[in-house]
């Protein structure tokens, strides 16, 4: 069974760090890209960033390039996501996903953020 | 970027309608679309992916269809289970981008 568990999300006060980790298996984990996405309260979904298989390619949506950071470790099949300077637009919930085209395809339960002081 | 302009962005129907919701993309993204729904309080769940293919356990009367810049998907025969917010997304460039979303409610 695959399985995606974020973890990390706390309160945080505006400028503050946090390092978000989603673990996963049922799956080959070193094979696949992984995104996260993000949904603020009550709103929309918004693509935050993804890595490639070996973590030698990463993308970000505008928003969050130069304070976010995706990182994988495939000996513990877990993927980071390290979120500097934070702001109170930051505040969703965080989910991390398997690759949107393959004939899989799975969510976490995702990880609350909250940016407020 | 690649802007996805969804609509409607809400809608009301019945119970046995057939609900069509419309992405619109703002430049060719050939079939790299995927459409995700989500119940309240609910983790997101892809439905549809590369335009037209369903989802594994996904009813059959959801069905997607398009290419280029104009996507739909239709749901046949709308059953209980159905009233949820839909998305679509291109995942053809980064970033990848969302559209607006489409809540179906009960009329």
């Known amino acids: 069974e695959v399985k995606l568990v974020e973890s990390g999300g706390d309160l945080v006060q505006p400028g503050g760090s946090l390092r978000l980790s989603c673990a996963a298996s049922?799956?080959?984990?070193?094979?696949?890209?992984i995104n996260w996405v993000r949904q603020t309260p009550g709103k929309g979904l918004e693509w935050v960033a993804n890595i490639n298989e070996d973590g030698s390619r990463t993308n970000y949506v505008d928003s969050v390039k130069g304070r976010f950071t995706i990182s994988r470790d495939n000996a513990k099949n877990s993927v980071f996501l390290q979120m500097n300077s934070l702001r109170v637009e930051d505040t969703a919930v965080y989910y991390c996903?398997?690759?949107?085209?393959?004939?899989?395809?799975?969510w976490g339960q995702g990880t609350p953020v909250t940016v407020s002081s | 970027d690649i802007q996805m302009t969804q609509s409607p962005s809400a809608m009301s129907a019945s119970i046995g309608d057939t609900v069509t919701i419309t992405c619109r993309a703002s430049q060719d993204i050939r079939n790299d679309l995927v459409w995700i729904h989500q119940k309240p309080g609910k983790v997101p769940k892809r439905l549809i992916y590369s335009a037209s293919n369903l989802d594994s356990g996904v009813p059959s009367r959801f069905s997607g269809s398009g290419s280029g810049t104009e996507f739909t998907l239709t749901i046949n025969t709308l059953q209980p289970e159905d009233f949820a917010t839909y998305y679509c997304l291109q995942r053809r460039s980064h970033p990848f981008t969302f559209g607006g979303g489409t809540k179906v409610e009960i009329k």
């Open positions: 996903t398997t690759p949107f085209d393959v004939s899989w395809h799975h």
């Open positions: 049922g799956f080959s984990f070193r094979s696949y890209w």
